[in-house]
């Protein structure tokens, strides 16, 4: 048997002989039939080596996501790398590791060889598995209290129509804090209110209008000091050097 000169060459002839491997395997979840790792192994290994090309496969590991690297390898010494889609983790732990890299192997051999494993399903598995990854996001957000609770069924698009919280009056005694801090200098008006909308409260008038007059002392006291010298500073205006007497 002649051998083929090229990586390209011996892809051609590989696209020639390579059929998809039989899907003996069936997925329980999606009611749908698959091909196991080790079977498509087993059915690539003959064209491959027909070809003049073998493959090893990398496991890249980022955070919680898993990726397989499948290096095809002709016998000239060239090699191409494809890298999978990120498999995520969806628990740490060695089995979970393990799984999600054999699953990356899967589909990362099949896009370097253009092979079909897995039955057509029009989408459904993908829409499903990101429809169950965007509830997860958004329970486990509102957990750790980056986002309120959204019920089951609402969108992310419902729930940035939902009407903003309700705010309530802030107390007086919580005004009368901010009036002191904007006297010392220690905060702003821009601040105090700012403060008081991160935590839902709103001033009323009469509030708002003694955060403006604190502001407004501070601000004139600020002016008064720039421009005020020191009574008790001395001059030395008064001196003269001394002089020397010309006889």
Same mark, same amino acid.
Not at 68 to 73: E, G
Not at 121 to 128: K, L, P, R, V
Not at 150 to 174: F, R
């Given at each position: 048997?002649?051998?083929?000169?090229?990586?390209?060459?011996?892809?051609?002839?590989?696209?020639?002989?390579?059929?998809?491997?039989?899907?003996?395997?069936?997925?329980?979840?999606?009611?749908?039939?698959?091909?196991?790792?080790?079977?498509?192994?087993?059915?690539?290994?003959?064209?491959?080596?027909?070809?003049?090309?073998?493959?090893?496969?990398?496991?890249?590991?980022?955070?919680?996501?898993?990726?397989?690297?499948?290096?095809?390898?002709?016998?000239?010494?060239?090699?191409?790398?494809?890298?999978? !889609?990120?498999? =995520?983790?969806?628990?740490?732990? &060695? /089995? #979970?590791?393990?799984?999600?890299? +054999?699953? $990356? *192997?899967?589909?990362?051999?099949?896009?370097?060889?253009?092979?079909?494993?897995?039955?057509?399903?029009?989408?459904?598995?993908?829409?499903?598995?990101?429809?169950?990854?965007?509830?997860?996001?958004?329970?486990?957000?509102?957990?750790?209290?980056?986002?309120?609770?959204? !019920?089951?069924? =609402?969108?992310?698009?419902?729930? &940035? /129509? #939902?009407?903003?919280?309700?705010? +309530?009056? $802030? *107390?007086?005694?919580?005004?009368?804090?901010?009036?002191?801090?904007?006297?010392?200098?220690?905060?702003?008006?821009?601040?105090?209110?700012?403060?008081?909308?991160?935590?839902?409260?709103?001033?009323?008038?009469?509030?708002?209008?003694?955060?403006?007059?604190?502001?407004?002392?501070?601000?004139?006291?600020?002016?008064?000091?720039?421009? #005020?010298?020191?009574?008790?500073?001395?001059?030395?205006?008064?001196?003269?050097?001394?002089?020397?007497?010309?006889?």
């Amino acid at each position: 048997m002649a051998k083929t000169q090229t990586l390209a060459e011996a892809l051609v002839k590989l696209r020639s002989e390579l059929t998809n491997p039989p899907r003996n395997d069936k997925n329980p979840f999606f009611s749908s039939k698959y091909c196991k790792l080790e079977s498509a192994i087993s059915h690539i290994q003959t064209p491959l080596a027909n070809s003049d090309l073998t493959f090893i496969q990398n496991i890249v590991q980022e955070d919680r996501t898993v990726m397989a690297q499948t290096i095809l390898i002709h016998v000239s010494g060239e090699e191409r790398t494809i890298n999978g !889609p990120k498999v =995520l983790l969806e628990k740490p732990g &060695a /089995q #979970a590791v393990g799984g999600a890299a +054999t699953y $990356a *192997k899967r589909y990362s051999l099949f896009s370097a060889l253009g092979v079909e494993a897995d039955e057509d399903d029009d989408g459904n598995t993908a829409e499903i598995a990101n429809a169950e990854q965007e509830q997860k996001q958004k329970k486990e957000a509102a957990a750790s209290g980056d986002l309120p609770p959204v !019920p089951d069924g =609402l969108s992310i698009a419902d729930d &940035a /129509q #939902a009407p903003p919280p309700k705010m +309530t009056t $802030a *107390k007086q005694v919580t005004v009368n804090a901010l009036v002191d801090r904007i006297k010392n200098g220690q905060t702003t008006i821009q601040g105090a209110i700012a403060l008081l909308q991160s935590k839902n409260l709103k001033a009323t008038a009469a509030q708002m209008k003694r955060l403006d007059k604190a502001q407004e002392e501070f601000n004139d006291g600020k002016n008064d000091g720039e421009g #005020a010298t020191d009574d008790n500073s001395v001059s030395y205006t008064h001196l003269t050097l001394p002089t020397k007497r010309i006889v």
